[in-house]
């Protein structure tokens, strides 16, 4: 589907314990200018259900919206809409992605959302590649909210029009490449919070840095972020879904402007919890 970088996994497990949460082990795409290739994604994609990978069906905002709410109807329709910051830190007894049935269906998001051939498409909630349950102090290193989001894209039918990848950052920048004319075929365009007002199936994102990242730095390799998907649209709020937020697939509400953008100018921002700083406009068939 989209090419790789020749370099050593070790360099890239340094920077993912460097960047910390939602950018765990960075391997995924590196040449942003490179085109989706159809036969490389029918081969890293072996793995999943052929109705994914054919796909059955066009690719559209109906099915991606309907199976982010599935996935958190299945953790138990858990909301948070408080700031980020006041959350306490969970206990391994008190982790919801370390619970029965959870666990493992964390690692089909691994399993279907990553290309075939990277060492995170055998990861679950608790375990690394080999079986071995890792340390739950070590949770930042196995950030899944990025697998969560390819998860979702991929068994919605993207085909190889989507880079998935284990780190928000793949996608944000492809996404900004497709908006500068520097490549084609991706069906994921950046556009500015203040200009553009995101519509249910697409995707809002922030930088989790120290110094928030604003939309005119990118593209910008292996940053830390996170995206969630807009699963609704109301009059002064979005409703959005993502994946490892309190450790679940959790719900929150952000506030928007009257016509529905997530900033009134470039640095007016209307959500005082989160810097969102690009949405991610998805080109759905229908």
Not at 111 to 119: E, I
Not at 215 to 236: S, T
């Amino acid at each position: 589907m989209h090419p790789r970088l020749r370099a050593p996994v070790q360099t890239f497990c340094v920077l993912a314990l460097i960047l910390g949460a939602c950018t765990p082990n960075p391997t995924a795409v590196e040449e942003a200018s490179a085109e989706p290739k159809s036969a490389q994604f029918i081969v890293q994609s072996g793995h999943s259900p052929p109705f994914a990978r054919v796909p059955y069906e066009p690719f559209s905002r109906a099915e991606a919206v309907a199976i982010a709410e599935q996935e958190w109807r299945l953790f138990g329709q858990r909301v948070d809409d408080d700031p980020p910051a006041s959350r306490p830190r969970l206990g391994a007894n008190d982790d919801p992605e370390r619970f029965p049935g959870f666990w493992e269906r964390i690692g089909e998001y691994w399993w279907l959302g990553q290309d075939v051939d990277r060492r995170q498409s055998a990861w679950t909630g608790m375990h690394d590649e080999s079986g071995q349950e890792f340390d739950d102090r070590r949770d930042d290193y196995y950030a899944w909210s990025a697998a969560f989001i390819s998860y979702v894209m991929r068994t919605a039918g993207a085909g190889a029009r989507f880079p998935y990848a284990p780190s928000h950052y793949v996608y944000i920048d492809i996404a900004k490449e497709m908006k500068l004319g520097r490549t084609s075929g991706w069906a994921v365009i950046a556009e500015r919070p203040d200009e553009y007002a995101p519509v249910p199936g697409d995707l809002i994102c922030f930088s989790r840095g120290g110094r928030p990242l604003k939309y005119e730095k990118l593209p910008a390799r292996h940053f830390a972020g996170h995206c969630d998907i807009v699963v609704a649209r109301d009059k002064g709020q979005i409703s959005v879904i993502g994946g490892n937020v309190d450790h679940a697939v959790t719900m929150k509400h952000v506030p928007v402007t009257a016509d529905g953008r997530l900033a009134d100018c470039s640095d007016c921002g209307r959500d005082t919890r989160y810097p969102w700083f690009v949405v991610l406009r998805i080109l759905y068939d229908r």
